[in-house]
C-alpha cells in the first residue's frame, strides 16, 4: 500500500485507530523502548561511570551453568504441556458456552468461569495446596471414597508439572475463551440458519460452521502464544514450588530471578531474557510462514 | 518478504541506536543556607507512607539538634511492595542512590561497584559504636566492612507449649541431656499424649529443613559449613554426618513426628499451625519474634500455654547452627557517592549514645513508655508494635531502671541460649563465577534431602547425590574452598 493509501485510509476510519492508539502507545512503552536495553546483556553494568562491553560474556556463563539445561528442558516440557493440554480447552468451553441459550444461566457460567483469572498465583497457590493436601484436601477425601491411596500431588515429582496445567486451566481458561466467543458472535446467522432449513444437527452446525469460522482466529492465537513458549508462568512456578519438586519445575523464569535479579547481576537476567525473545521471535515467524503454506493463514 | 525485511531492519535499527552511551547521575545530598544536611534513607517498612516511620526520623531530627547540635533532614525513600532486595536493586542500579542504606540482601553486587563506604575507619574513630559492637558484629564488619547491624544473633530456637512440656514426663530428661534420643522420646511422647488430635505432629518448619536443622544439626557433628576431614576440608553437606542426619530426618517423617506437609509450609502456615494445635514445637528467631509467638500464643489458648524454649540438641557438638560471619546478611550501609558520610555516619553513632537508645529501643514517650517515680514502664503497646530500627547492644541501661523486661521471660531465654552457643562457622563469600554452580549444587541437594526425607529416596543413594554434587561444581568449589580457609 502506498504511503497515500495509508492516511487515506487512516482519514476514513480514524474512530478505529484513535480506539487502537492507546494499544500503540503501551506497546511502544513497555514492549518497544526496552529493546533499547537490551544491550545489557553484551555489557557489565556500572551504576556510576560507562559500561563495559563483554560481548557474549554473559550468554557463555549462562550456556555453561550446569542448571541452565535442565531449567531449560523443564521449561519446555512445562510449555508444551500447557500448550498440548491446554490451549483446546478454551476453545471448547466457547463452542460450549455459545450453546447456552438461557441468558441469565450463560451469564452466570460466564462470571464463574472468568472469576479466576483475577486473583493472583499467591491466592490460587494457597487454594490449590489446600485442595490437594493429602489429609484435608478435597482431591483426596475423593480418592479415598474409591479406595484410592492418598497421594501428596504439590511434593509428587511425577504430578507436580499436571498440577501446573490444571490450575492453569482452572485460572485462564474462561478468560481466554473470551476471544473465541466473540469470533462466533461475528459468524453470520444466515450460515446456521441455511444449515437448520437443510437440517443440520446442533453438533453438525458446530462441526460444519462454528469451528472452520473459528479456524482462523484459533491459528493467529496459537501463533502469538508460541512466542511466549519460554514463559513457562514465574508467578505459578514461584508459589508453587518447593524442595521436593526443584528439580521438575525449575523454569528459565525463576533460575534468573534467583541469580540475575535477587543477586543484582541485571546483565545475566537480560541475557537469559534475550534469548527468550530470540527463541519468542524464531518460533512466531517460522510457526507463521508453515501456518501460511499450509493452511494459507497466518497473523498477517 | 519487504514487511519482513521492514521488520528486521527497523529492529536492528533500534538495537543500534541503543548502543550509544548513557550518563549516570548519584545522589547529592545537600546543605541549605541554614545549614541542614539532608540526608537520603531508604528503609525496609520505613517510607513515608508510615506514620510511625516519619514520626520516629522527625523525633530523631530533634534529638541530634538538642544533643548533639546537629542539624540533619531526613529524607525518607518510599519503595514498593514485594520483595526488598530487589526493589532495592533496582532503585540503586537506576543511579539513585540514597545517604544512608539498609540492605537485606543484594548488597554484594552493589559493594563490587565500590558504591558502599569502608566504614571500618569511621567506626575506629566512632564515640559510641565501637563500644557497642558485638563479637560477631567484629568479625564480620573484619570480612566485609560495608554493613554494618548492631543485633544480637538470630539464631531461631525451638518452642513448645508451657502445659504441653510439662504433660509430657520425658520433658525434665530433655532439659538435662537433650540427646537427640531423647528429643525423638519426647516428640514422640508430645505426640501420644494428643488430646482431641492436637497435636496432630510433633514439629513443622517453613517449607524446607534449615529450622530442623537449628535444633539437630551441630548434634550429627555438623558444626561448620566446611568440615575438616583428613586434612582438608569438604562441605557438611556431602559428609557421612549429613547422611547420618538425613535418616534421623526421615525417621521422624515415617513415624509423623514431622509435619507430613512440611514441605508446603510457608511461615504463616506454620505459624497457624503452632497457634492451632496442629504442631507441637516451632523454631522462631531469638528475642523479639518468641516475644511475638509467646504474646500470640497466650492470647489464643490462655496463659498455661506460654512458651517454653528448648534447648538445642546435644551430640558429637551441641548449638543452634553455626553463625555465618563472613558479611552482615542485612544491615545500614554509606553510599560512597554521598556528599554528607560524615553525617550519616554521626547520626549512627548518635542511635548508639544512651540518648539515643531511648529512642531507638522504646519508642515515644507516652505512648510506648511512661517515665513515673517507680521507673520507666512500658507500654501495652510498646510490646505489641514497638521494635528497634537500629542498635540493641546487649547493655542497656536507663536512668530510671525498666520496671518490666524489655522482652518476656520466653523471649530473654531465648536470646541468652541463643548467646550461650554461639559458634562462628567458617563459610566464605561465594564469588560472582561460582554463584550459579552454588545455586545448581544448593538445588541438588534440595531434591535429594527432601526426597530422603519423604521416603521417596532411599539414603542408600547418598554417594550417587554427592557425585552429582560434585558434577554440578561442587568438586571446584570445594577446591576453593580448601585455599581460601585458613
Redesign the interface.
Same mark, same amino acid.
Do not use: C
Given at each position: 500500500m502506498t504511503q497515500k493509501g495509508i492516511f487515506q485510509r487512516i482519514k476514513k476510519d480514524w474512530v478505529i485507530y484513535l480506539m487502537l492508539f492507546p494499544a500503540i502507545l503501551y506497546f511502544v512503552i513497555f514492549n518497544?523502548i526496552p529493546?533499547? *536495553?537490551?544491550?545489557l546483556a553484551f555489557q557489565d553494568?556500572?551504576?556510576? *561511570?560507562?559500561?563495559i562491553w563483554v560481548g557474549l560474556k554473559h550468554f557463555k556463563?549462562l550456556f555453561d551453568? /550446569?542448571?541452565?539445561f535442565d531449567v531449560l528442558q523443564n521449561t519446555i516440557i512445562i510449555s508444551s504441556m500447557k500448550i498440548i493440554f491446554f490451549f483446546p480447552i478454551p476453545i471448547i468451553l466457547s463452542l460450549m458456552i455459545n450453546e447456552l441459550r438461557n441468558g441469565p444461566f450463560r451469564k452466570y457460567v460466564q462470571s464463574v468461569i472468568y472469576l479466576p483469572h483475577f486473583l493472583s498465583w499467591v491466592v490460587i497457590a494457597g487454594v490449590w495446596?489446600s485442595l490437594l493436601? /493429602?489429609?484435608s484436601g478435597g482431591v483426596n477425601v475423593i480418592r479415598n471414597f474409591f479406595q484410592l491411596p492418598t497421594l501428596?500431588y504439590?511434593?509428587s515429582?511425577d504430578h507436580i508439572r499436571w498440577v501446573l496445567v490444571f490450575s492453569e486451566m482452572w485460572r485462564s481458561a474462561g478468560w481466554d475463551s473470551i476471544i473465541y466467543l466473540a469470533a462466533i458472535m461475528k459468524i453470520s446467522p444466515s450460515l446456521y440458519e441455511a444449515a437448520r432449513i437443510d437440517g443440520a444437527s446442533t453438533l453438525q452446525q458446530m462441526r460444519f460452521i462454528t469451528f472452520p469460522q473459528l479456524l482462523s482466529t484459533v491459528v493467529v492465537v496459537f501463533i502469538l502464544n508460541l512466542g511466549f513458549f519460554l514463559n513457562a508462568g514465574f508467578d505459578q512456578v514461584f508459589n508453587m514450588i518447593?524442595?521436593?519438586t526443584?528439580?521438575k519445575i525449575?523454569i528459565l523464569d525463576t533460575?534468573v530471578y534467583?541469580?540475575g535479579?535477587?543477586? *543484582?547481576?541485571?546483565a545475566y537476567a537480560t541475557a537469559a531474557s534475550l534469548f527468550k525473545g530470540v527463541i519468542g521471535v524464531v518460533l512466531i515467524?517460522s510457526t507463521h510462514f508453515i501456518s501460511k503454506r499450509l493452511t494459507g493463514k497466518g497473523v498477517? | 518478504m519487504k514487511k519482513m525485511l521492514l521488520l528486521v531492519l527497523a529492529f536492528v535499527m533500534i538495537f543500534a541506536a541503543a548502543c550509544s552511551n548513557d550518563s549516570d547521575d548519584a545522589s547529592d545530598a545537600t546543605v541549605d543556607k541554614d545549614g541542614v544536611v539532608t540526608l537520603k534513607v531508604v528503609f525496609k517498612d520505613e517510607g513515608p507512607s508510615n506514620p510511625v516511620a516519619v514520626k520516629y526520623f522527625a523525633n530523631l531530627e530533634k534529638a541530634l539538634k538538642e544533643d548533639k547540635d546537629l542539624n540533619v533532614k531526613f529524607e525518607l525513600v518510599e519503595m514498593p511492595q514485594g520483595n526488598y532486595a530487589e526493589k532495592l536493586n533496582l532503585l540503586l542500579m537506576s543511579g539513585d542512590i540514597p545517604d544512608l542504606i539498609y540492605f537485606q540482601g543484594g548488597d554484594q553486587q552493589i559493594a563490587n561497584q565500590d558504591l558502599l563506604e569502608d566504614l571500618t575507619p569511621y567506626i575506629e574513630k566512632s564515640e559510641y559504636i565501637k563500644d557497642i559492637m558485638l563479637p560477631h558484629n567484629e568479625e564480620r564488619i573484619k570480612n566485609y566492612p560495608y554493613l554494618l547491624w548492631i543485633k544480637p544473633l538470630d539464631s531461631k530456637t525451638p518452642v513448645i507449649r508451657k502445659d504441653w512440656f510439662e504433660n509430657a514426663a520425658s520433658s525434665d530428661a530433655l532439659m538435662v541431656d537433650p540427646t537427640v534420643e531423647n528429643y525423638h522420646t519426647f516428640f514422640k511422647e508430645v505426640v501420644q499424649n494428643a488430646d482431641g488430635g492436637k497435636p496432630s505432629y510433633a514439629v513443622t518448619v517453613a517449607g524446607d529443613i534449615a529450622e530442623l536443622d537449628t535444633i539437630f544439626k551441630m548434634a550429627f557433628g555438623l558444626n561448620q559449613t566446611w568440615l575438616e576431614q583428613d586434612g582438608s576440608y569438604i562441605n557438611s553437606k556431602v559428609s557421612e554426618q549429613e547422611k547420618a542426619k538425613l535418616t534421623f530426618y526421615n525417621q521422624l517423617y515415617e513415624e509423623g513426628l514431622l509435619d507430613p506437609q512440611y514441605l508446603t509450609k510457608q511461615w504463616d502456615t506454620k505459624e497457624e499451625a503452632f497457634y492451632d494445635g496442629d504442631a507441637a514445637v516451632i523454631t522462631g528467631t531469638n528475642g523479639k519474634v518468641i516475644d511475638i509467638y509467646n504474646g500470640k500464643m497466650t492470647q489464643v489458648n490462655g496463659a498455661d500455654a506460654e512458651l517454653v524454649v528448648l534447648p538445642p540438641a546435644k551430640g558429637e557438638y551441641q548449638g543452634f547452627i553455626a553463625t555465618d560471619i563472613t558479611k552482615e546478611s542485612r544491615g545500614l550501609a554509606i553510599s560512597s557517592q554521598s556528599k554528607s558520610k560524615d553525617v550519616a555516619f554521626e547520626v549512627l553513632d548518635y542511635l548508639a549514645s544512651p540518648e539515643g537508645q531511648v529512642l531507638d529501643r522504646l519508642g515515644f514517650e507516652g505512648e510506648h513508655f511512661n517515665i513515673t517515680d517507680s521507673g520507666t514502664e512500658l507500654t501495652e503497646k510498646y510490646y505489641n508494635e514497638w521494635y528497634s530500627r537500629f542498635w540493641e547492644p546487649e547493655a542497656f541501661e536507663l536512668e530510671k531502671p525498666l520496671v518490666t523486661p524489655l522482652l518476656s521471660e520466653p523471649a530473654q531465654n531465648s536470646r541468652d541460649l541463643a548467646n550461650e552457643f554461639y559458634n562462628p562457622d567458617n563459610s566464605f563469600i561465594i564469588p560472582e563465577e561460582f554463584v550459579s554452580k552454588w545455586d545448581a549444587m544448593e538445588n541438588i541437594y534440595k531434591d535429594f534431602s527432601a526426597d530422603v526425607i519423604t521416603g521417596k529416596r532411599p539414603v542408600s543413594e547418598f554417594d550417587d547425590y554427592v557425585k552429582e554434587w560434585n558434577e554440578a561444581g561442587g568438586a571446584e568449589i570445594t577446591e576453593y574452598a580448601n585455599e581460601t580457609i585458613k
Open positions: 518497544v529493546i533499547i *536495553g537490551m544491550k553494568y556500572r551504576v556510576i *561511570g560507562d559500561n556463563v551453568s /550446569p542448571a541452565f495446596i493436601s /493429602p489429609d501428596d504439590m511434593t515429582k518447593n524442595d521436593s526443584i528439580s525449575d533460575y534467583r541469580i535479579i535477587l543477586n *543484582g547481576q541485571y515467524l498477517w | -
